[in-house]
C-alpha cells in the first residue's frame, strides 16, 4: 500500500435505535459500501448500536484491521473509527454542555456529545491524532445568543484538544459532523484557535454560493452534506425547499507544531489534494438515502520535505472580536440559564406547598371514587417538583459553571492578546 497520501471518510449514519427509520437496511447498506472503498481512516458519527458498530467493523476488517467505539453519557457518543494503521492510544472527551436533560425530544444531553480521538502510528508521519466529533446540534445563528452558546462550548473545547495535539508533536486530522456551517463563529473558532485547515476549501478556491444553480452542484461545487433535496430524508421537508442544503461535515488538518528542531531539519507536509461528497445515491434497491448526511471524502497528499519554519508558522490566534463576540454569546446564555433556573426553583417550592395541602385534605374526601384521582395527581406533583428541583438546582448550577469557566478563560485569553500586541509594540 502507497504511504504517500491518506485518504479518509466521515459520515453521520444517523443510527438512533427505534428513531432512525430504516436503520437495519441503511446500516448494512453502509456497512457495504464501505467494505468496497479504498480509504485509510473512517470515522462515523450517529453509530450508537453496538451491534451496528460491530457489523461495520466485520465487513470492514479486511482492509482497516483497527477500530474503537467510543462510550459517553447514557446512550454512547455516537462516535467510532476505523483504521489500517496501528492504534497506539485512545480517548474520549465528553463535552461540558450538551443541552439540558429535560430536552427529552433533542435528546443530546442523554447521548453526550463528545471529541473521541485515536493516536494511530503512520509509517512516514509518525504519530497522528484523529479526532471524530459531533457537535451540539439545537440552535441556529439567527436566534438568541443563548442557543449557539453550548455548540460553541462545544467548538471551543474541540480547538483546545486539537492544538493541544499539535503542540505534543503530532499530524492531526479532524473528521465529523460538525453541526455548523462555515462562516459562522464556532467554525471560526476551530480553525483559527487550533490552526485547522479545511480541506474543501484547499481543494475548491474558487467555489462561492453564486457558482451552485442546481442542488447537484450545491454538492460537487459547495459540499453541502446535510438537508440537501437531493437526500430522501430531507426533500420532503420544509428546510430543503428553496435551499441547496448546508455545509455541516468537515475533514480538517494541520502540522505539528515543532517546539525544537534540528538546523535544517525538514518535515513531511500534510496537503489536501481532493474532497469530495459521497454516498449521494440511493440504497441499492430501495428509494432512500444512505444517510440523512451524504458522507464526505477527502486525499490528504504526504508531500516531500519542507523546512520546519513552514511547519510552525500556523496562525493559531482568535482575533480579538471573535473573543468578545464569543463571550457575548456565553454570556448571555448565562442570564438566560439563571433565570430559567430560578423559575424552575419556584416551581418546585410551589409543588412542595400543594403537597402538603394535598396531605392535608387527603383526610377530607368526599367520596371513595376521588382516591385514585387523588393519587395520580399526588404523583405527578410529586414528578414534576422533583423534575424542578434537579434542572432549577443541579442542572442549572452545572450549566452556570460551565460557561463561567469558559468566560474566565476567554478573558485571560483576550488579555493574553493585548499583552502581546503592546510587547511587540514595544520591539
Given at each position: 500500500?502507497?504511504?504517500?497520501?491518506?485518504?479518509?471518510?466521515?459520515?453521520?449514519?444517523?443510527?438512533?435505535?427505534?428513531?432512525?427509520?430504516n436503520r437495519n437496511e441503511r446500516i448494512e447498506a453502509i456497512a457495504q459500501a464501505l467494505s468496497q472503498f479504498d480509504h485509510d481512516i473512517i470515522a462515523l458519527q450517529e453509530i450508537w448500536v453496538y451491534a451496528d458498530y460491530q457489523k461495520v467493523k466485520d465487513r470492514i476488517s479486511r482492509r482497516l484491521p483497527?477500530?474503537?467505539?467510543?462510550?459517553?453519557?447514557?446512550?454512547?457518543?455516537?462516535?467510532?473509527?476505523?483504521?489500517?494503521?496501528?492504534?497506539?492510544?485512545?480517548?474520549?472527551?465528553?463535552?461540558?454542555?450538551?443541552g439540558s436533560p429535560i430536552d427529552v425530544g433533542a435528546g443530546d444531553w442523554f447521548v453526550g456529545k463528545a471529541a473521541a480521538s485515536i493516536v494511530i502510528l503512520h509509517p512516514v508521519l509518525g504519530p497522528v491524532q484523529v479526532f471524530n466529533t459531533h457537535l451540539f446540534a439545537k440552535g441556529g445563528e439567527d436566534g438568541p445568543e443563548y442557543n449557539r452558546a453550548h455548540r460553541l462550548v462545544n467548538a471551543y473545547e474541540f480547538a483546545?484538544?486539537?492544538?493541544?495535539?499539535?503542540?505534543?508533536?503530532?499530524?492531526?486530522?479532524?473528521?465529523?459532523?460538525?453541526?455548523?456551517?462555515?462562516?459562522t463563529l464556532p467554525m471560526r473558532v476551530i480553525l483559527d484557535h487550533a490552526g485547522l485547515i479545511d480541506a474543501w476549501v484547499v481543494t475548491h478556491p474558487n467555489a462561492d454560493a453564486s457558482?451552485?444553480?442546481?442542488?447537484?452542484?450545491?454538492?460537487?461545487?459547495?459540499?453541502?452534506?446535510?438537508?440537501?433535496?437531493?437526500?430522501?430524508?430531507?426533500?420532503?421537508?420544509?428546510?430543503?425547499?428553496?435551499?441547496?442544503?448546508?455545509?455541516?461535515?468537515?475533514?480538517?488538518?494541520?502540522?505539528?507544531?515543532?517546539?525544537?528542531?534540528?538546523?535544517?531539519?525538514k518535515l513531511p507536509v500534510l496537503k489536501a489534494r481532493d474532497c469530495r461528497v459521497a454516498l449521494t445515491e440511493k440504497v441499492p434497491g430501495h428509494q432512500f438515502s444512505y444517510s440523512d448526511h451524504f458522507a464526505l471524502e477527502a486525499t490528504l497528499e504526504i508531500q516531500s520535505s519542507s523546512p520546519t519554519s513552514v511547519i510552525d508558522d500556523i496562525p493559531t490566534e482568535l482575533t480579538d472580536a471573535s473573543v468578545s463576540t464569543f463571550i457575548q454569546a456565553l454570556t448571555a446564555c448565562?442570564?438566560?440559564?439563571?433565570?430559567?433556573?430560578?423559575?424552575?426553583?419556584?416551581?418546585?417550592?410551589?409543588?412542595?406547598?400543594?403537597?402538603?395541602?394535598?396531605?392535608?385534605?387527603?383526610?377530607?374526601?368526599?367520596?371513595?371514587?376521588?382516591?385514585?384521582?387523588?393519587?395520580?395527581?399526588?404523583?405527578?406533583?410529586?414528578?414534576?417538583?422533583?423534575?424542578?428541583?434537579?434542572?432549577?438546582?443541579?442542572?442549572?448550577?452545572?450549566?452556570?459553571?460551565?460557561?463561567?469557566?469558559?468566560i474566565e478563560e476567554l478573558e485571560i485569553y483576550r488579555k493574553g492578546l493585548d499583552i502581546q500586541a503592546r510587547t511587540s509594540g514595544d520591539y
Amino acid at each position: 500500500m502507497a504511504d504517500s497520501q491518506i485518504r479518509v471518510l466521515s459520515l453521520n449514519c444517523w443510527g438512533l435505535k427505534y428513531v432512525a427509520k430504516n436503520r437495519n437496511e441503511r446500516i448494512e447498506a453502509i456497512a457495504q459500501a464501505l467494505s468496497q472503498f479504498d480509504h485509510d481512516i473512517i470515522a462515523l458519527q450517529e453509530i450508537w448500536v453496538y451491534a451496528d458498530y460491530q457489523k461495520v467493523k466485520d465487513r470492514i476488517s479486511r482492509r482497516l484491521p483497527n477500530s474503537k467505539f467510543f462510550y459517553s453519557g447514557a446512550l454512547g457518543s455516537g462516535l467510532a473509527i476505523f483504521t489500517r494503521f496501528p492504534i497506539i492510544e485512545a480517548s474520549v472527551h465528553p463535552y461540558a454542555l450538551n443541552g439540558s436533560p429535560i430536552d427529552v425530544g433533542a435528546g443530546d444531553w442523554f447521548v453526550g456529545k463528545a471529541a473521541a480521538s485515536i493516536v494511530i502510528l503512520h509509517p512516514v508521519l509518525g504519530p497522528v491524532q484523529v479526532f471524530n466529533t459531533h457537535l451540539f446540534a439545537k440552535g441556529g445563528e439567527d436566534g438568541p445568543e443563548y442557543n449557539r452558546a453550548h455548540r460553541l462550548v462545544n467548538a471551543y473545547e474541540f480547538a483546545k484538544l486539537a492544538r493541544q495535539a499539535a503542540e505534543l508533536g503530532r499530524y492531526v486530522i479532524a473528521l465529523g459532523d460538525f453541526n455548523s456551517i462555515p462562516p459562522t463563529l464556532p467554525m471560526r473558532v476551530i480553525l483559527d484557535h487550533a490552526g485547522l485547515i479545511d480541506a474543501w476549501v484547499v481543494t475548491h478556491p474558487n467555489a462561492d454560493a453564486s457558482s451552485a444553480t442546481t442542488a447537484l452542484e450545491a454538492i460537487t461545487k459547495l459540499g453541502m452534506t446535510a438537508d440537501s433535496p437531493l437526500n430522501s430524508w430531507s426533500a420532503g421537508k420544509g428546510y430543503a425547499f428553496g435551499t441547496w442544503g448546508k455545509r455541516l461535515d468537515y475533514v480538517l488538518y494541520r502540522q505539528p507544531k515543532r517546539q525544537y528542531t534540528a538546523p535544517g531539519e525538514k518535515l513531511p507536509v500534510l496537503k489536501a489534494r481532493d474532497c469530495r461528497v459521497a454516498l449521494t445515491e440511493k440504497v441499492p434497491g430501495h428509494q432512500f438515502s444512505y444517510s440523512d448526511h451524504f458522507a464526505l471524502e477527502a486525499t490528504l497528499e504526504i508531500q516531500s520535505s519542507s523546512p520546519t519554519s513552514v511547519i510552525d508558522d500556523i496562525p493559531t490566534e482568535l482575533t480579538d472580536a471573535s473573543v468578545s463576540t464569543f463571550i457575548q454569546a456565553l454570556t448571555a446564555c448565562y442570564r438566560f440559564s439563571r433565570q430559567r433556573a430560578r423559575k424552575e426553583l419556584t416551581v418546585f417550592t410551589l409543588c412542595i406547598l400543594l403537597l402538603v395541602g394535598l396531605a392535608v385534605g387527603s383526610g377530607w374526601l368526599p367520596h371513595s371514587w376521588i382516591n385514585p384521582i387523588f393519587i395520580v395527581f399526588t404523583v405527578f406533583v410529586s414528578w414534576a417538583g422533583t423534575t424542578m428541583l434537579y434542572q432549577g438546582f443541579l442542572y442549572g448550577n452545572w450549566e452556570c459553571n460551565a460557561l463561567m469557566n469558559v468566560i474566565e478563560e476567554l478573558e485571560i485569553y483576550r488579555k493574553g492578546l493585548d499583552i502581546q500586541a503592546r510587547t511587540s509594540g514595544d520591539y
